[in-house]
């Protein structure tokens, strides 16, 4: 979860840590990946490379707690990802994802 740009990563990255360093607990909730397609993308000048991912990602029920006891109980389902994953500088991977879409 490393593009500057993905607002998705951001947004779920930001949520998980004010969770917990406000005091609340996150309970259950397991997600299990399935890749459901794989593609290389490249350019004609090279300037580009990696590959395109669409995977499903499921998830058990879980309860969000907040710091005060609320509890906001969220049920089983899946989400669909469409993410690049890039090679960027010659030197790392970086994550973008494009779209999230539930299912």
Not at 13 to 29: D, F, H, N, P
Not at 35 to 40: A, C, H
Not at 87 to 103: M, T
Request: hydrophobic share 35%; proline share 3%.
């Amino acid at each position: 979860m490393s593009g500057p740009r993905c607002a998705a990563c951001s947004d779920f990255i930001s949520r998980v840590l004010e969770q917990y360093q406000s005091g609340g607990r996150i309970v259950g909730g397991t997600n299990s990946v399935t890749i459901d397609d794989l593609s290389e993308v490249t350019t004609s000048t090279a300037s580009a490379f990696g590959f395109k991912v669409t995977a499903t990602v499921s998830y058990d029920a879980q309860t969000i707690v907040a710091h005060d006891g609320d509890q906001d109980k969220r049920s089983p389902g899946s989400d669909v990802f469409t993410a690049y994953l890039l090679w960027v500088e010659s030197k790392r991977w970086r994550l973008d994802v494009l779209q999230v879409a539930p299912r």
